[in-house]
């Protein structure tokens, strides 16, 4: 009898050591064949926002703006130029320059580095009543201290939890889940590389035509950035200000319905102490007139590097 028991325990030994491994590897095989679905999209999108917001850390430049600078400079492609600098993209949708943003930023600033600087991405957008109500950035500020602790620590549980259907897998298997050509990656510096298998350059076009309608550049916007530039360049901050590349159709359209000066911003930031970078257009292709391509948002990302450490450090 003792003899059966003790059989049968070590038979069970036996099959729960071999069913420990099968189990881990059925589920690490069951998520390598899940597809992305929706859900797990949302959480990786509201994780990475919420890592940007709440970012604790001091950089020594710091790439500001809207859209265009979230999706268009990459702090890691960056680095290659620059390997001693800490460089976050603090950039957010629809973003301004108004008093509660710029706060952020002189927020993340390292004041104890030898060498301090901010990146202005100056779109039209970015100076007028729209970009100054910044609803991204304040939506984000307003998130409940749950659900920061949550998407912040809990973001791989969470999507590991995400029901998936055998179904869902099977069309994976068989390569016909659904996908889409526009693509998103979210990145640990700030930066999300967009691209689109199908570019089509006129698809901002028609939204833009409208967007300055009651929502022009003013100078009182302007004046807040400017008055910054002034304070920071005498905090021993360098202020770089670029109008972000897009299209020609792009560039004509806002000049014509924005209010935006840009020989007249350029000269304005110069006088108040920042420094104006230019970039040619024809270099760099979006996807839809307005966002870089993500290729040539790693290309614009080194040439702006390349032209800081022309102009900061000559000596290397």
């Not at 998520?31 to 990475?48: A, C, G, Q």
């Not at 949708?93 to 301090?116: C, H």
Request: one cysteine or more; glycine letters at 4%; a neutral charge.
């Amino acid at each position: 009898m003792s003899s059966s028991i003790f059989n049968f325990k070590k038979l069970l030994q036996e099959r729960i050591l071999w069913l420990i491994p099968a189990l881990l590897v059925f589920i690490i095989l069951f998520h390598t064949l899940s597809p992305k679905t929706d859900e797990t999209r949302v959480i990786e999108n509201n994780s990475f926002w919420k890592k940007k917001t709440f970012d604790k850390n001091k950089y020594q430049m710091i790439l500001c703006g809207d859209s265009r600078i979230y999706r268009g400079l990459a702090p890691q492609a960056m680095q290659e130029i620059l390997p001693e600098i800490s460089i976050t993209n603090f950039a957010y949708g629809s973003a301004g320059f108004d008093e509660i943003m710029l706060k952020q930023i002189d927020k993340r600033i390292d004041y104890d580095a030898p060498k301090k600087m901010v990146v202005l991405g100056l779109t039209p957008l970015t100076l007028t009543a729209e970009g100054m109500h910044n609803y991204h950035m304040n939506f984000e500020l307003e998130t409940k201290r749950e659900e920061l602790i949550e998407l912040l620590y809990f973001k791989p549980v969470f999507q590991f939890f995400v029901p998936i259907t055998l179904d869902q897998i099977n069309q994976k298997i068989k390569g016909k889940e659904f996908k889409t050509s526009f693509h998103q990656e979210y990145t640990y510096t700030g930066w999300v590389a967009s691209f689109e298998d199908k570019p089509w350059l006129e698809a901002a076009i028609k939204s833009y035509s409208t967007r300055f309608i009651n929502n022009q550049v003013t100078e009182k916007n302007l004046q807040i950035v400017l008055n910054q530039v002034k304070l920071w360049t005498n905090q021993g901050v360098v202020v770089f200000g670029f109008r972000p590349p897009t299209t020609h159709n792009m560039v004509a359209l806002e000049d014509s319905l924005s209010g935006y000066n840009e020989t007249l911003v350029k000269s304005k930031f110069i006088e108040a102490g920042g420094k104006w970078l230019e970039f040619n257009i024809n270099d760099y292709d979006t996807y839809d007139g307005s966002h870089l391509q993500k290729e040539s948002a790693i290309q614009l990302s080194i040439d702006l590097a390349t032209e800081i450490k022309r102009i900061e450090y000559p000596e290397y």
